[in-house]
């Protein structure tokens, strides 16, 4: 059983700053790419950003220069520093984790921006 666990989101205000966390626990086999995605209702997920164990990035359009994700390999996490948030960065994010087995997906975080 394995086990996506996020932390961090919560009320920003335009122009702010978050930092979301997310640790992988339990029956992985040899973790390769862990990412963010992001949904809004009525909404197709999307991507946010996500590395492979070889440290390649790839980030969505929508937040390429003010987001950073970054991955300890050895505590199994991953991090989304959030910059310059926007109110259309409002959504639950979700954290996304794949292994040789397959996808494993957090419960997510809600993110809110907003006056």
């Known amino acids: 059983q394995v086990q996506v666990v996020e932390s961090g989101g919560g009320l920003v205000q335009p122009g702010g700053s978050l930092r979301l966390s997310c640790v992988v626990s339990?029956?992985?086999?040899?973790?390769?790419?862990l990412g963010w995605w992001r949904q809004t209702p009525g909404k197709q997920r999307e991507l946010v950003a996500d590395i492979t164990s070889n440290g390649e990035i790839t980030y969505g359009d929508s937040v390429k220069g003010r987001f950073s994700i970054s991955r300890d390999n050895a505590k199994e996490a991953v991090y989304l520093r959030m910059n310059g948030l926007k109110p259309e960065d409002t959504a639950v994010y979700y954290c996304?984790?794949?292994?040789?087995?397959?996808?494993?997906w957090g419960q997510g975080t809600q993110v809110t921006v907003s006056s």
């Open positions: 339990g029956s992985i086999l040899s973790l390769n790419v």
């Open positions: 996304k984790a794949l292994d040789v087995f397959g996808a494993y």
